[in-house]
Nanobody, 121 residues
Framework: QVQLVESGGGLVQPGGSLRLSCAAS????????MGWYRQAPGNERELVAT???????TYADSVKGRFTISRDNAKNTIYLQMNSLKPEDTAVYYC???????????????WGQGTQVTVSS
């Protein structure tokens, strides 16, 4: 069993900042990739940013230069620093983990419950 605890969402004015965090715990042997995805009403879930175990980030074009993903491997935690937020960033943000469980050779995938980010004046 894996747990993902997400925090940091909320209401912010356009141009403001928020920092999301996602802490993973449970039956985890190793983590390959962790990341953030988001889903706005009526839209499909889309990638925001991911980061590998080695620290290589990937960003959606829409957030490049505004968002920064980082990772603390010792804590199995990732962070998403979101600056210069826009109303179109409003969505539920979901944490995702691509990992290997103890006693297995395969890779598993797990989603957090999501945290709401609302950008509005």
């Amino acid at each position: 069993q894996v747990q993902l605890v997400e925090s940091g969402g909320g209401l912010v004015q356009p141009g403001g900042s928020l920092r999301l965090s996602c802490a993973a715990s449970g039956n985890i042997f190793s983590i390959y990739v962790m990341g953030w995805y988001r889903q706005a009403p009526g839209n499909e879930r889309e990638l925001v940013a991911t980061i590998t175990s080695g620290g290589t980030p990937t960003y959606a074009d829409s957030v490049k230069g505004r968002f920064t993903i980082s990772r603390d491997n010792a804590k199995n935690t990732i962070y998403l620093q979101m600056n210069s937020l826009k109303p179109e960033d409003t969505a539920v943000y979901y944490c995702n983990i691509d990992y290997r469980r103890w006693g297995t050779r395969g890779r598993d995938d797990y989603w957090g419950q999501g945290t709401q980010v609302t950008v509005s004046s």
